[in-house]
């Protein structure tokens, strides 16, 4: 090439090479193509947020960050923990405070039962001496 000529950009890789490995469910799958994780993703095998890797990367990327982010484009990213709602958050810290209290007062009542059992099934030994006077 001349000085005056500019290198082409790298042609896009093919989306029916199999050149793609993937995490899924904990084990490493492939090489599998692109075309392949598409479906996965239509099927909701995989997430967006799944890790894949190919030859000349150096490290595994999620779907999302890789050249596969074409793929998921349209599916929204994970809730962070501030779009939660703290209620359900107070309701799951308080729900055993609120058990404890139920089986306590049902131990309570269970209790004042068994005393008034106690209390009529018993026969008095003998009647009070009362003066008179």
């Not at 790298?10 to 492939?30: H, M, N, Q, Y």
């Not at 309701?91 to 009529?120: D, H, K, M």
């Not at 018993?122 to 009362?130: D, I, V």
């Amino acid at each position: 090439m001349t000085d005056g000529q500019v290198m082409p950009p790298p042609l896009p890789r093919s989306e029916t090479a199999a050149e793609w490995f993937v995490i899924k469910d904990g084990a490493r799958l492939g090489p599998v193509t692109a075309s392949a994780i598409r479906a996965m993703i239509g099927r909701k095998e995989i997430e967006a947020d799944a890790q894949v890797w190919r030859s000349g990367m150096p490290e595994w990327k999620r779907i999302r960050d890789s050249e596969l982010a074409d793929l998921v484009a349209a599916e929204p990213p994970p809730i962070s923990s501030m779009h939660i709602g703290s209620g359900y958050v107070w309701v799951l810290a308080f729900l055993p405070l609120v058990f404890c209290f139920i089986e306590a007062s049902i131990a309570a009542s269970n209790q004042q039962a068994a005393a008034r059992t106690v209390r009529i099934g018993r026969r008095p030994l003998a009647r009070p001496f009362l003066a008179e006077g």
